[in-house]
């Protein structure tokens, strides 16, 4: 039972990380079935005392109440996912090929598996203050590879993180992990943040932020004598295609779904619909009508921290000064202390290619309508955008037909793309990407969310020549675990005779 918020571990950041470095050694060689069994304990534990926690996370972060039941439900879920993922066990991409010592030359005996790289350091995100925060994606998928973690919870909800991190601990003893496998450390990131990253018992970052935040940890990490990997996820606008016939039969109904997207949770979401591209035209006329209608209608809303809601009143008003920008609609209310007044706004195409600062990200309630002259022009907007984390196509089969090219265009862009849904809300899942190039990411290689993010925490290693009793359980002979494995380039459970 967890009394009080433990809040941080406290020490020099040269002791934390001598902490996490002998519990990576116990830790790793810990069994998948009970490094399972610790992450299903976070879970339990954290539902244990999710009443509280709402109550500190709404005080904190101003999201309502079932937006923040529905996230630990997604935190619990995600942990055990990772559970089963160890559970299951072919996750560390097991791969035997045998000797032939009759070949010229001998071909020796080489197995191939992946190891947890080593003490993973977390930045907590604001927008997820359970979900990508303390014991968020991140935390889960690390401890699920083998790694210890040490977490830099988020200022904007220190006391909800510091809670969290008593759920962790009290799963700590419970199952009887090494005491350092995970620590928590409060405090600013140019100073804590930055020794965490430098110093060199570190072997990865994760972070869910701001692009200069992002940008900054990458910095870090080449300052370094050996440069660690840095996961970050930044920025992106997640473009949102209204191809012509669907505008035509769809309008209405596309601009109310994408207003609810843009304003849902005051627009702090990385994947907010923060540009929308169509081809000037009536339909595109009726769309914008009902996009400052439905706008009229939101409610201005509390955004998460002073800093995020001051950066948004910034944004909106350096976006709408740009020439060429002009208004479509807004919220109906003027926005309260904190509050993130909703607004669309749109451009034509001309001025958005002569003007870079009209694809920067405006974090919150805000979406930019693009009306391009004709499909050439959609075609050069589309390929002056950056690296998203989604794109999104409004299309019908008659649309789909005639514009392969700019679908094609498209898949090259983001991590993730949708046919006729919005793009907020991020399933978590094995087929989930929520990743994507420069600059929506750090490496468009990984994911953040799903069972795949484990990746980002291991290394691939072979062992030549091995004798069975020295090879991981994984590698062995008789595979014990009975894990799905590549034998000789065949995919089998079966054991080796
Ligand atoms: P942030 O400023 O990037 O901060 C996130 C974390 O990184 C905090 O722990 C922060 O430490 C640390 N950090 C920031 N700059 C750093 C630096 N130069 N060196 C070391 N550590 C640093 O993000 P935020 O506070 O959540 O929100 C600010 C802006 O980030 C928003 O307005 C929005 O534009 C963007 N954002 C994007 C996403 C997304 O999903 N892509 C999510 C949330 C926010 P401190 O505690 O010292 O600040």
């Not at 693009?370 to 989604?390: F, M, N, P, S, Y």
Request: hydrophobic share 40%; with cysteine.
């Amino acid at each position: 039972m967890i009394e009080e918020p433990v809040g941080e571990d406290t020490g020099t950041v040269d002791q934390l990380m001598k902490n996490a470095l002998s519990a990576f050694g116990a830790y790793k060689k810990i069994s998948p079935v009970k490094r399972a069994g610790f992450l299903e304990s976070i879970a339990a534990e954290i539902e244990k005392i999710k009443d509280r926690l709402v109550i500190l996370a709404k005080e904190e972060t101003h999201l309502p109440e079932a937006r923040l039941y529905g996230e630990i439900a997604r935190t619990s879920g995600q942990l055990r996912l990772f559970a089963a993922l160890l559970k299951e066990g072919s996750w560390v991409e097991a791969v035997i090929d045998t000797s032939d010592p009759q070949r010229t030359p001998p071909k020796p005996d080489i197995r191939k598996m992946l190891v947890p790289v080593g003490p993973v350091i977390v930045f907590g995100a604001s927008n997820f203050p359970f979900a990508f925060s303390t014991a968020g994606g991140d935390t889960a998928s690390a401890l699920a590879a083998g790694c210890s973690v040490v977490i830099k919870g988020h200022s904007a909800h220190a006391q909800t993180s510091s809670l969290v991190y008593a759920a962790i601990r009290a799963a700590i003893d419970l199952t009887g992990m090494p005491a350092y496998t995970v620590q928590h450390v409060l405090g600013s990131g140019a100073t804590t943040g930055k020794e965490l990253v430098q110093h060199p018992f570190s072997s990865a970052v994760g972070f869910t932020g701001s692009f200069t935040g992002g940008r900054a940890l990458m910095g870090y990490s080449n300052q370094r004598e050996i440069p660690i990997p840095v996961f970050a996820e930044m920025s992106s606008i997640n473009p949102v295609v209204l191809f012509p016939d669907s505008l035509e039969k769809n309008g209405a109904s596309l601009a109310s779904a994408l207003i609810a997207s843009i304003t849902l949770g005051v627009g702090q979401f990385c994947t907010n619909p923060g540009i929308l591209l169509g081809i000037k035209g009536d339909a595109l006329t009726a769309f914008t009508n009902v996009m400052a209608r439905e706008i009229q209608k939101t409610i201005p809303q509390k955004m998460l921290h002073s800093g995020i809601h001051s950066s948004y009143t910034k944004g909106i008003a350096e976006m709408l000064g740009q020439k060429g920008l002009s208004v479509i609609g807004q919220s109906g209310e003027s926005a309260g202390s904190l509050e993130g007044l909703p607004v669309v706004a749109k451009v034509s195409g001309n001025d958005f290619l002569k003007n870079d600062h009209f694809a920067e990200e405006v974090f919150g309630p805000f979406s930019l309508l693009v009306e391009c002259q004709d499909k050439a022009q959609l075609i050069a907007v589309l390929r002056h955008l950056k690296g998203q984390l989604t794109t999104t196509l409004m299309a019908t089969e008659k649309d789909i037909r005639e514009f392969g090219d700019v679908i094609e265009l498209q898949q090259g862009l983001a991590g993730r793309i949708i046919l006729n849904n919005v793009p907020t809300g991020v399933e978590v899942c094995a087929a989930m990407v929520h990743g994507g190039p420069y600059p929506a990411t750090s490496d468009a290689r990984f994911t953040s969310v799903g069972t795949s993010a484990v990746k980002r925490w291991v290394r691939p290693v072979s062992f030549q020549n091995f004798s069975d009793s020295m090879l991981p359980e994984a590698l062995k002979n008789d595979n014990p675990s009975g894990i799905m494995r590549i034998v000789n380039n065949i995919h089998t459970r079966a054991a080796l005779h």
